[in-house]
């Protein structure tokens, strides 16, 4: 079945792996300290794409404040169903360069993977979704909208913005979101859920100003001792969330083992898992809780001082059915209570999302499938992702009657946000015919 679809998208393989490592090399890193130019450029560059690849009505979309997001369509038939395709064009900074094998923006290949930042999370999801288009010539069986943005990697925090002032223009009835991914290689997935995440700045103070080490060490305690003794009072003994009155579930355990966890997460010999419950169970559907960073002297700089202020940013993802403002207030009270040795406690509030879990009922969920069954020739997974997407339930809010589908190419080993990132580059190719596939069966009234 659909053969002159699969041939369509094989012919165009080379050009689209090319784009793929055009769009690798612009260094689009949209956090602060990074040149905004190049997130500029990268836009640019993505909206040449899209008239490439035969989309109408493209530009830049700008917020005051915001890095440039991009749009363009293709209209095929009023009667035609309208799909909206997502990705986004930003990527994380690079990191330690010493941890690259080679320059994180200079695409190489090995193995069948193609390495650099931006190769899974998540230009790949613009690749996706040109070729797509592509592999139909003239012929496209469904409206296509494309919104390609460039905050994603910083928390998306002008998309709700940019949905409220593009409302009409991004109105679909379906929205496939390219930045999720697969189970593992040549696995899909369908994701079906995301974890919340609310965090903060915990700050405690235990002096006013440093004081010499020994002439008063052994009586009123140093920040850095203290931060850690409050920061150790977030995990009970077996590695679980301590604070109280959080939502916690299990979820099917599908066949993740330990080992494999191993093979994704490289720990040190002999370190233990935290936790309790399946381990789907404890990345899905359980609260967890990271220390991303902690503001102190630093060792090259130590003397010999009680230091007198230290801060951590205390990250905490929460599973669907948590409210996150009850969650953080939860966080909060369970700090309060907890603080050593009368420490002084700050607590500046940071970033919230919601968590959210999809309905996976309907045409496109169906078309999709069936797409993923011919693509990569395996069942595809419902899967959770213990990732968060917050902008997924702003899509849901202002179109609620719009499907909203999670996909992606990365698999767990791809490394995003890490060093060497990576992708498979045959699953890039079956997503394209399932997402190929996927749209002939909407346009056709077909679920398979």
């Known amino acids: 079945m659909h053969d002159q679809l699969k041939s369509a998208i094989a012919a165009d393989r080379e050009r689209t792996r090319s784009e793929l490592e055009a769009m690798v090399r612009i260094p689009s890193v949209s956090a602060p300290g990074f040149d905004s130019e190049e997130v500029r450029r990268s836009a640019e560059f993505v909206a040449d794409l899209m008239r490439s690849s035969g989309l109408d009505g493209v530009r830049l979309l700008e917020i005051d404040g915001a890095h440039p997001a991009v749009f363009g ?3 095929v038939s009023d009667d035609a169903p309208t799909v909206l395709l ?50 139909f010539g003239d012929e496209l069986p469904v409206n296509v909208k494309v919104f390609i943005e460039g905050e994603e990697e910083i928390g998306s925090k002008h998309l709700v913005d940019f949905l409220d002032a593009y409302t009409d223009l991004l109105a679909s009835d379906a929205i496939i979101i390219g930045d999720a991914g697969n189970w593992r290689v040549g696995v899909p997935g369908l994701t079906i859920s995301l974890r919340g995440l609310v965090d903060c700045v915990v ?7 440093a004081v010499h080490s020994g002439s008063f ?47 994704q997460m490289l720990p040190v010999p002999g370190l233990q898992l935290g936790g309790d419950g399946s381990l789907t169970s ?80 309907g045409p496109m969920y169906d078309a999709y499938r069936a797409g993923m069954r011919e693509g990569y020739g395996a069942e595809p997974i419902e899967m959770g992702s213990g990732g968060s997407i917050p902008f997924v339930a702003a899509f849901a809010e202002r179109y609620p009657q719009a499907a909203v589908l999670l996909i992606g190419v990365s698999d767990p080993t791809s490394r995003y946000h890490g060093p060497n990132e ?27």
Not at 203 to 209: A, H
Not at 305 to 329: F, H, N, Y
Not at 424 to 444: C, R
């Open 217 to 263: 060490g052994g009586t009123y305690p140093d920040a850095i001792t203290t931060l850690s003794r409050l920061l150790s009072c977030l995990h009970n003994d077996d590695g679980s969330v301590a604070v109280e009155g959080l939502v916690s579930r299990e979820c099917d355990p599908l066949d993740l083992t330990t080992s494999e966890l191993d093979e």
């Open 73 to 75: 369509q293709r209209w």
């Open 86 to 135: 997502y990705a986004h064009h930003d990527v994380q900074p690079p990191g330690p360069a010493d941890q690259w094998e080679t320059a994180p923006f200079e695409p190489f290949e090995r193995d069948g993977r193609m390495y650099g930042r931006g190769t899974a999370d998540d230009k790949v999801g613009i690749a996706l979704h040109l070729a797509s288009i592509r592999a």
């Open 282 to 361: 404890r990345i899905w559907m359980k609260p967890s809780i990271s220390v991303l960073a902690i503001d102190a002297v630093p060792i090259g700089q130590a003397i010999n001082q009680l230091v007198p202020e230290a801060s951590a940013k205390v990250s905490m993802r929460i599973p669907p059915g948590q409210d996150r403002a009850e969650a953080l207030t939860a966080l909060k009270k369970h700090l309060h209570n907890n603080v050593p040795w009368g420490a002084e406690l700050t607590i500046i509030d940071g970033s919230e999302g919601d968590a959210f879990e999809l309905d996976t009922t």
């Open 203 to 209: 700050s405690i103070r235990t002096l006013r100003y």
């Open 422 to 448: 990576s992708l498979e580059l045959a699953d890039l190719e079956s997503a394209i015919v399932a997402q190929s596939i996927a749209f002939e069966n909407l346009g056709s009234g077909t679920g398979s």
